[in-house]
């Protein structure tokens, strides 16, 4: 286990994020992966949520930035976009995010989703702040 998923564990994960079922694979500043399964976070017509995507994409993009933030900062999202490309009706999607720009006061990602098969379903970018911690 990296430094980063024992720091990652430690801190654990949101309540939103353990009821859509959400397990993190990896996570460093440069890459974070996640899967999260579609049953149980479906719309009405037994597709996945477009929000789930969006939960996914926001929690992989925040771990990143936390990350790079380093001990001593907590991060804020302060913008998020998602596209939806492909339904996805069964299994799990997998997201990977991967930095655009890892700034002193800044940081955002690139998340892309895929279906089982590997075809991309969502493409999103979040934008995180970085600030001091206070307590």
């Given at each position: 286990?990296?430094?980063?998923?024992?720091?990652?564990?430690?801190?654990?994960l949101?309540?939103?994020?353990?009821?859509?079922?959400?397990?993190?694979?990896?996570?460093?500043?440069?890459?974070i992966?996640?899967?999260?399964?579609?049953?149980?976070?479906?719309?009405?017509?037994?597709?996945?949520h477009?929000?789930?995507?969006?939960?996914?994409?926001?929690?992989?993009?925040?771990?990143?930035?936390?990350?790079?933030?380093?001990?001593?900062?907590?991060?804020?999202?302060?913008?998020?976009?998602?596209?939806?490309h492909?339904?996805?009706?069964?299994?799990?999607?997998?997201?990977?995010?991967?930095?655009?720009?890892l700034?002193?006061?800044?940081?955002?990602?690139?998340?892309?989703i895929?279906n089982e098969?590997?075809?991309?379903?969502c493409t999103?970018?979040?934008?995180?702040?970085?600030?001091e911690?206070?307590?």
């Open positions: 286990m990296t430094d980063y998923m024992k720091l990652l564990q430690e801190r654990g949101g309540a939103l994020d353990k009821k859509m079922g959400i397990e993190i694979l990896e996570a460093t500043p440069e890459r992966v996640g899967t999260m399964p579609v049953e149980g976070n479906t719309q009405a017509f037994g597709r996945l477009g929000g789930a995507n969006c939960v996914l994409a926001e929690l992989l993009g925040s771990i990143g930035a936390w990350l790079h933030a380093g001990p001593g900062r907590l991060t804020v999202g302060v913008d998020i976009n998602v596209t939806h492909k339904a996805a009706i069964s299994g799990k999607i997998t997201g990977v995010a991967t930095p655009v720009s700034g002193r006061t800044l940081a955002t990602y690139d998340i892309a895929t098969k590997g075809q991309r379903s999103a970018r979040i934008t995180s702040l970085i600030l911690e206070t307590n």
